[in-house]
Structure formats: structure tokens, C-alpha cells
């Protein structure tokens, strides 16, 4: 039987069409359903669907913005339980100069919080990013676990007993940029301190503050590719050599940058990884949630949906998992999100990655997220 290309793609046989990128971006467009239904109970907000099921919902807020905007503050406080800073603790905001502290920034985004009856998250102690200009000149083999130790200690007691969380080490895994059998990231940490830096980061943290929950955070740890895979393998390995050693790690942090052009979603490799999570005993919160939009259609009601679409099949399958104890997606409105800078659509059309657009109306994916939330199993 001779078959067209258009009807090869509706039976799903792109493959055998001989795929050019024009077929490969409708064969991922066709998973858009027009039909699909994200209708919500209710108009209750995300925080207190969360709370109905026994776990936190919140956000990444920014100083530059939350300060300025009394609008984005209302509705931070209208549907997080609790927020984390998404710069304001990083060195390079934290430490202008080897022997200056500046809390100023951080300390407005905790006090926000603490008036709006939000938890605070801590991100993050330890990163390869976001690393001061002064760093490399100043900071080298003899220095360097001086420095950190101190860069910790006097972070975390500066926020001890205000704090839910502290993301302790931040992407030490990058299975593409790795040679070595663990996959730990070729960065400043490990090439200054070799891979005791993370043993020693969390247990530095963990003096400093014995109450904050030791997050270990990190990416690509969502989808059935070759690289996630084997981050997902590698992370679990390091979860176990936690153990271990005794490390006081207490939950894994997940990024969840999403795709939604990705059609490799894999449930079952997903929800397999949480359980083996779960079962050596760690918590596990979804730090950074967000759905890059870059690759779909511009039309913003096909967007929005594949945008939902991603949101409520991920978080479907998470939330199954009685061990994830919070959800915060990085930034809460399109109004202002890192994607606009690093993750710009070519068509330049502005981006639609969080739940609320830019006058902060609520999108097809905040029905997804409450829909997912109103189906979880209670913790
Ligand atoms: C991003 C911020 O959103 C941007 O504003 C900043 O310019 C770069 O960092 N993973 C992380 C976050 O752990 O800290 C990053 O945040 C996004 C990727």
C-alpha cells in the first residue's frame, strides 16, 4: 500500500518517511491534543490544593522583580507555601568582595516570605556557576577549602531557624562535560578541592544549622534520553555513596527544566527513579519547574496546551510519589523568567513557560499543575 507523507505522519510513522526537521516538529506537534480537557475543580489556589495534599507548593522569586511589583507580591503570596530566592544567595550576589557578606537582598526576599506565612528555601552553597569575579584570581589550592567552609558556615547560620532547605551542592553531575566513571562536573570545586568538596559541603552545612533540610540539586534528570539516563544512574550512585559515607544528605532536588518539544517522556523510568530515591530513605523536592516553549508552534492556544501537557504528565507521575514533599516552579508568571534570556524563541515571539502570563492570568498550565495536585495521593 502506497501511503503520503501526511498520512504516514498521522499513523505515526515518521520514521520511515525519511525525517526532515519539518516532519520531526509536526510528528512532536501532533501529540498536541486539541481536545484534551484541563478543566480544574474550583478556584482554590496551588498552595492550598498542595497543603489539602499534604506537601508545599512555591516558586523562585527575584529581588528586582518582587521589590518593584506589588502585583507578582499578591500573587505570590495568593499560591506559594514557599519560595526561594533564584539569585539572591548565589556567591556572586552574596560575596562582592573575599571578605564581604552582603545578606541585604536575601534577607528582603526571607523577611517576604516570613510575612506572607511562606516557608524558605536556600539555593545554593556550592556551585560551579554564579561564581564572584574575584574568585578566580583570589581563591586556589591552599585557600579553597577555607573559603568554603567559612562561605557556608556563615550563610547558613545567618539564616538558621528560617530556613526549610538548604540546596547544599548544585549540578555536581553533568554527564556530557564528564570523563570520569561518577560523572562529577570538570568545575572550580573539584578541580580545587577533588570530589571530597561535597562530603565536606554537607557536613559544614549541617553544623552550621543541624534543623535545615541538606538538599543534594540537580538537572536533567526527566526524560528517557541517553544523556538523562545516565544522569539518573549517576545521581543514584551518589546517592548511595551518601549513605554510605554517612553524608548528611536528607532529600534529592530536581530541576525539572522541561521540554515541550520532548517526546521522550518515559513514565515508568521515571517512576522508578523516584521510588529508588525514596528508598534509600531521601526526601525529594522538584526545585526548578518550568517548560521551555522555544521549539513549539507560536499559535499561544497550541502552545499553552503542549505547555499544560508537559506539566500535568510530569507532575502526574512525581506527585505518585509519596516521598516528593514540595513543587516550586522557577518563577511563577511570564512576566519574568530566565528562559526569556537563555531559552529565546527564534521567532523572538515573547515566551510561555510558567503557569501565569504576563499580566498574571492564570494558562492552561496552571490547571494542569492544580489538576495534578488535586489527584495526588495524600501525604
Ligand atoms: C538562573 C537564574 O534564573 C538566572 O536569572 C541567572 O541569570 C542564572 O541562573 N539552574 C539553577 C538556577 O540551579 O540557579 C539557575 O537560575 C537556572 C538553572
Redesign the pocket.
Known amino acids: 500500500m502506497l501511503i503520503n507523507r501526511r498520512q504516514a505522519l498521522q499513523l505515526g510513522l515518521a520514521a520511515f518517511t525519511g525525517i526532515t526537521a519539518t516532519s520531526l516538529t509536526k510528528t512532536i506537534h501532533s501529540n498536541d491534543n486539541p481536545k484534551r480537557n484541563f478543566r480544574v475543580v474550583g478556584q482554590s489556589p496551588l498552595r492550598k490544593r498542595a497543603v489539602a495534599r499534604g506537601f508545599l507548593s512555591g516558586a ?1 522569586g ?1 529581588y528586582p522583580t518582587l521589590s518593584t511589583d506589588a502585583a507578582l507580591r499578591n500573587l505570590f503570596a495568593q499560591e506559594c507555601s514557599i519560595l526561594v530566592p ?2 539572591e544567595l ?1 556567591w556572586d550576589t552574596l560575596r562582592p568582595a573575599i571578605d564581604k557578606f552582603d545578606f541585604s537582598k536575601g534577607d528582603w526576599l526571607a523577611k517576604f516570605a516570613s510575612t506572607h506565612r511562606m516557608y524558605f528555601r536556600g ?2 552553597l556550592v ?1 560551579d ?2 561564581l564572584p569575579g574575584w574568585f578566580k584570581e583570589k581563591v586556589n589550592h591552599q585557600n579553597a577549602e577555607n573559603i568554603l567552609v567559612e562561605h557556608i558556615t556563615t550563610t547558613v547560620k545567618h539564616y538558621a531557624g528560617k530556613v526549610h532547605s538548604w ?1 547544599v551542592v ?2 555536581a553531575i553533568a554527564i556530557p562535560y564528564s570523563n570520569r566513571p561518577d560523572g562529577l562536573h570538570p568545575g572550580a570545586w573539584l578541580e580545587l578541592l577533588g570530589d571530597g568538596y561535597i562530603d565536606l559541603a554537607f557536613r559544614t552545612a549541617a553544623a552550621a544549622d543541624p534543623k535545615a533540610m541538606l538538599v543534594y ?1 540537580d ?1 536533567w534528570l526527566d526524560y528517557d534520553t541517553p544523556r538523562d539516563n545516565a544522569q539518573r544512574a549517576a545521581v543514584l550512585k551518589l546517592l548511595e555513596r551518601f549513605k554510605s559515607m554517612g553524608t548528611p544528605v536528607q532529600a534529592l532536588g530536581i ?1 525539572a ?1 522541561l521540554d515541550g518539544s520532548e517526546t521522550r517522556f518515559n513514565p515508568r523510568k521515571l517512576r522508578t527513579f523516584l521510588r529508588d530515591v525514596a528508598s534509600l530513605g531521601y526526601k525529594i523536592l522538584i ?2 519547574l518550568d517548560v521551555v516553549d522555544k521549539k513549539l508552534p507560536v499559535d499561544i492556544a497550541r502552545r499553552d496546551r503542549l505547555v499544560a501537557r508537559a506539566y500535568e504528565d510530569y507532575l502526574s507521575v512525581v506527585l505518585d510519589e509519596k516521598a516528593v514533599i514540595a513543587v516550586l516552579t ?2 511563577l508568571s511570564d512576566r519574568a ?2 528562559h526569556s ?2 531559552n529565546p524563541r527564534p521567532d523572538r515571539a515573547p515566551v510561555r513557560p510558567l503557569p501565569f502570563d504576563s499580566n498574571l492570568k492564570r494558562k492552561l498550565g496552571w490547571n494542569a499543575m492544580a489538576r495534578a495536585f488535586d489527584k495526588a495521593p495524600k501525604r
Open positions: 523562585a527575584n533564584e539569585n548565589k539555593h545554593t556551585w556557576q554564579a540546596d548544585n549540578e540539586n538537572r530541576q527544566h526545585t526548578e522557577w518563577g523568567t530566565w534570556n537563555y
